[in-house]
Structure formats: structure tokens, C-alpha cells
């Protein structure tokens, strides 16, 4: 295990700062969202009906797949640098090269680095 880095470790590294900044955004706005939409649509929106728990739990729960949903969507919004420095990395830099990301070279297509 020498070398390995683990957990929240992993998070405060310079190339993942970006990422434990949504993850953080994300968990803490999962711990609060939903909890005062549910109160505010049980004191405020829905104290009429006749069932206010009812109302403020689907509210609450509609509000955490909209924080679910907003996570999910600025994830896949990242830019993929892992991709464009693997891409530079097959093709050679500036050379063209075949395009083929599959996985590392082997056999006779494998490249003489000596």
C-alpha cells in the first residue's frame, strides 16, 4: 500500500480541487435544500391542505432530485483534460497520429521509447 493516496486525501490534491468544490457544493446544499423546502412548504405553502406532510415531503423530494439533477449535469460539463492529454499523448504531440484511445499500445504496434 506505500505510495497509495486514500479518501478525502484524494480531494485536496491540486488536480481534484475543482471537483471536492462541487462535490462539497453538492452534499451541502443535499443537507439543506430539501429540509427547508419542507418546512417552508409546511408552514407557508401548504397549511391548508389536508395533508401538510404530505405536500412539504413531495416538496422536499422534488427538491432533492433538482439537486441531484444540477450535480449530475455540472459533472458532465467538465472539461475532459484526462482525454485531450491522453489524445496528445497517442498522436505524438504535434505528428498525426491514428487515433486510436482503446488502451496502451502492444505488440508489433507498440512504440520503442529507447
Known amino acids: 500500500m506505500g505510495g497509495q493516496t486514500k479518501g ?10 475543482e ?11 443535499m443537507f439543506t435544500v430539501p429540509i427547508i423546502a419542507f418546512y417552508i412548504g409546511l408552514y407557508f405553502l401548504f397549511p391548508q391542505k389536508e395533508e401538510p406532510l404530505m405536500w412539504s415531503g413531495g416538496l422536499a423530494v ?19 483534460d484526462a482525454v485531450d492529454e491522453q489524445q496528445q ?7 498525426q497520429g491514428d487515433g486510436d484511445l482503446a488502451g496502451p499500445r502492444v505488440g508489433a504496434y507498440k512504440q520503442r521509447t529507447d
Open 8 to 17: 478525502f486525501s484524494l480531494l485536496l490534491q491540486e488536480q481534484n480541487r
Open 62 to 80: 422534488l427538491f432533492t432530485n433538482v439537486v441531484i439533477a444540477g450535480y449530475v449535469i455540472s459533472a458532465f460539463s467538465e472539461e475532459e
Open 19 to 29: 471537483v471536492a468544490k462541487k462535490l462539497g457544493t453538492a452534499t451541502l446544499l
Open 89 to 95: 499523448r497517442v498522436s505524438g504531440g504535434g505528428e
